[in-house]
């Protein structure tokens, strides 16, 4: 109960900087126009100290702000208020504030930049920092920041760079601390007193030997009450879950949720340590993957500002659309082979909607389903029991819900026969949308293409194609 006052406390402050930077921003402009249309000495004075004024006034409520929030408020500003905002921003704090602003409009804020300002920001950050915004960056400003890092940092950032993205190396951090097993407890604490600061998310200590060869982790809380005497190796845990850079960032993923892992070494073919993850790191993929899965389904090729250019905004929605279009004629196309049909019982084009509607959400629910289950990975080889599983559930939904439509059917016109084809049409039409909703993210799987990308435009052509066939089939079949 605690933590949800607290996030909401913060989430009502959060919106409060918002507005606040929005007011700022709108009455600079308000005051700003009034002095230009006023005729008086020193005229040009008289703006430019007003404008200072409002820009001081500004800077100092940004300056105050963590990152973070600063790239919220970034995000919800049309593009004008966001550059204006963006130039107000200390130069030092540039690099903090692009690794927390989602890609789109990251990109918006990269274009206003010179190659200097953005070397500037790289260099503040730490190497698989560099390495997460680095997509973004021109070429040219990657190679320049390479070669101003010192040499340590700048293996790490190849080194970050040469690991594709979705897998462990790409979130990995190069920031760790590490003992050796035989040393004893006191030595190591001494060691960490010679630090300015742990890392984040530091929880563990890992346990090496002579060659880095990981051993195993030695919790924080067990240095701190155990006697500091004793030997690391006799009160370390020996090492349980580790990762290797070439594995998949979705597995880590599921791995930390699944044991409440914080962090978590990363280790080489021979078994040396080279770095870690941390569930900073973890939290941020998962978001940016639920982000991507949403985006995907609805037929969005990526994520995109919500105040980006109309001709960028109809490049990334364009593509489905079409394809919405395609299918949305097919369904036409159907309702016009039964126009007959139709034009003798006039209650047909009142109820197939409801068909392929209820059909189109019992679709969605079963590849929403689908998916989320691929991407937790517990479909492996059980997709015969899948389509028997939803076959089933649909039979009994068809069963119920066609029931009920069929009896509310023939109480509003009297018809026994429509009433029965709208129970039968109900029923078939939901096996064909748990059919259909196991089917097309299997197919997709199988050919290798992410089993979330349209699925919700593909799924709702063919219930609403399906549905109308279905019921105006049968209909001319019994009825006409």
Known sequence: MEDTVQARLETDEL????????????????????????????????????????????????????????????????????????????????????????????????????????????????ADEIADIAPDLPEGVIEEVVQSLPAQERERLRAALSYPEGTVGALMDFDHVAVRDDVTLEAATRELRRLDELPDHTDQLFVIDREQGLKGALPLARLIVTDLHISVSAVMVPESVKFYPEDKAEDASSAFERYDLVSAPVVDAA????????????????????????????????????????????????????????????????????????????????????????GGNSG??????????????????????LFAKELGLALVNGVVWGTLLGAITYALYANIA??????????????LAALMGVAIPWLRARFGKDPAVGSSVLITACTDSGGFFIFLGLATLFLV
């Open 418 to 431: 429509l009433a029965g084809v709208m129970a039968l049409a109900m029923l078939l039409n939901l096996l």
């Open 15 to 126: 919106q409060r900087n918002l507005r606040e930077v929005q007011q700022l921003l709108r009455r600079q402009k308000v005051v700003e126009d009034l002095v230009h249309r006023q005729d008086m000495p020193k005229h040009g004075l008289v703006e430019q100290l007003v404008h200072k004024q409002h820009l001081t006034e500004l800077h100092a409520r940004l300056d105050r702000l963590h990152p973070a929030d600063i790239a919220y408020i970034l995000e919800a500003l049309p593009l004008e208020e966001r550059l204006q905002a963006w130039n107000l921003v200390k130069a030092d704090r540039d690099g903090e504030i692009l690794l927390e602003v989602s890609d789109a409009v990251r990109e918006s804020l990269i274009a206003t930049m010179d190659s200097r300002e953005l070397v500037a920001a790289a260099e503040t950050l730490e």
């Open 271 to 358: 078994d040396r340590l080279i770095g870690r993850l941390t569930v900073d790191a973890v939290v941020d993929y998962i978001r940016r993957k639920s982000a991507d899965s949403q985006l995907a389904e609805a037929g969005l090729a990526q994520e995109e500002d919500i105040f980006a250019p109309v001709l960028d905004s109809f490049k990334n929605r364009w593509s489905w659309l079409a394809v919405n279009l395609v299918t949305a004629f097919i369904a036409s196309r159907v309702i016009g082979a039964f126009e007959g049909s139709i034009a003798r019982l006039v209650a047909l084009a009142a109820l197939m909607p409801i068909v392929a509607g209820i």
């Open 364 to 385: 969605n629910q079963t590849i929403t389903m689908i998916v989320r289950a691929l991407a937790l990975g517990q479909i492996q080889s059980s997709w015969k029991k």
